[in-house]
């Protein structure tokens, strides 16, 4: 068994794992999945990463347990199916592991789908309470509404809460 881990070591470059599982480097580190700022180094001489947000580090079948969450030797027997490498296992197994891989990534892109969805809502949330707020203030500019009369009060109390929800939707405090 400790064959098939040096076989995939030897065989296969954790560049294009990296590129695989977690897209293209940014100014020549790697974002992993979830975060805002890349993290994760590679050392191509070593053949060997880092992840400076989490503290890990290690070889090519790591770096596929770390970012897939898994054991080393579900992340062997995955890079194994993926990359064409033969090992101990049997074409069920590679089948099996191939249908895994695809599922999660679908999984990963209806996620990244839904958030962007997600941003696209509240950036339209962020316009609408913009213009309403614009809008009672400029009714509140206007000569035609008498200030303290009620419709000033009315008017001033819907600013206030069209603010208070831009600032809900902001995360301002």
């Known amino acids: 068994m400790k064959e098939d881990f040096e076989n995939v070591k030897r065989q296969v470059c954790i560049e294009s794992v990296a590129r695989h599982l977690l897209g293209q480097p940014i100014r020549g580190m790697f974002l992993f999945p979830g975060e ?3 993290s ?8 060997s990463f880092f992840d400076f947000g989490r503290g890990v580090g290690g070889d090519v079948v790591k770096l596929w ?4 969450g898994c054991n080393n ?3 062997l027997r995955e890079i194994s199916a993926l990359y064409g490498l033969s090992t101990g296992l049997n074409e069920t197994d590679k089948k099996n592991i191939a249908k895994r891989i695809e599922e999660q990534e679908q999984s990963q892109r209806a996620r990244r789908q839904a ?3 997600a941003r696209k809502l509240w950036a339209s949330w ?7 707020e614009e809008f009672y203030e400029n009714l509140l500019k206007s000569p035609h509404i008498k200030p303290l009369s009620d419709p000033w ?4 109390n819907s600013k206030q ?13």
Not at 65 to 68: A, L
Not at 126 to 132: D, F, G, I, N, S
Request: hydrophobic residues 35%; contains cysteine.
């Open 36 to 38: 805002k700022s890349p």
């Open 40 to 47: 994760v180094k590679l050392y191509p001489q070593t053949q």
């Open 65 to 68: 347990s770390h970012v897939r």
């Open 153 to 156: 009060c009315w008017l001033v």
């Open 73 to 75: 030797w579900d992340a």
């Open 115 to 117: 958030e962007k969805r």
């Open 161 to 173: 809460m069209v603010s208070y929800r831009l600032d809900c939707l902001c995360g301002i405090e």
């Open 126 to 132: 962020v316009e609408h309470l913009k213009m309403q």
